[in-house]
Nanobody
Framework: QVQLVESGGGLVQAGGSLRLSCVAS????????MAWFRQPPGKEREFVAT????????HYTDSVKARFTLSKDDAKNTLYLQMTNLKSEDTAVYYC????????????????WGQGTQVTVSS
């Protein structure tokens, strides 16, 4: 049974930092494309960042480039998203996803999803 569990969200002031974690189980971590998506209140789910085939390739959406960084811990089967210089527009529920499609920025490409973790940026 595949399971993805996100953690690390919370309330932070604008300009602050958070690190999100996604613990994967029931899959071989390096065999999947892993991604972060987010859904702001009242808006559609949108792509944030991805690492393909265990981190050989990374891609970020333009709005988070130079502020967010992907990393992983293979021993813990965990994917991280380090977020710095947070802005109010980053407020959203953040989701971890796993799949094997080449359409890596499309939510429909991912078969497995976590429950999400809330990030709220004040001011």
């Amino acid at each position: 049974q595949v399971q993805l569990v996100e953690s690390g969200g919370g309330l932070v002031q604008a300009g602050g930092s958070l690190r999100l974690s996604c613990v994967a189980s029931g899959l071989t971590f390096d065999d999947y494309t892993m991604a972060w998506f987010r859904q702001p209140p009242g808006k559609e789910r949108e792509f944030v960042a991805t690492t393909i085939w265990g981190g050989g390739v990374t891609h970020y959406t333009d709005s988070v480039k130079a502020r967010f960084t992907l990393s992983k811990d293979d021993a813990k089967n965990t994917l991280y998203l380090q977020m710095t210089n947070l802005k109010s527009e980053d407020t959203a529920v953040y989701y971890c996803a796993a799949g094997k499609s080449i359409e890596v920025i499309s939510a429909r490409a991912y078969a497995y999803w976590g429950q999400g973790t809330q990030v709220t940026v004040s001011s």
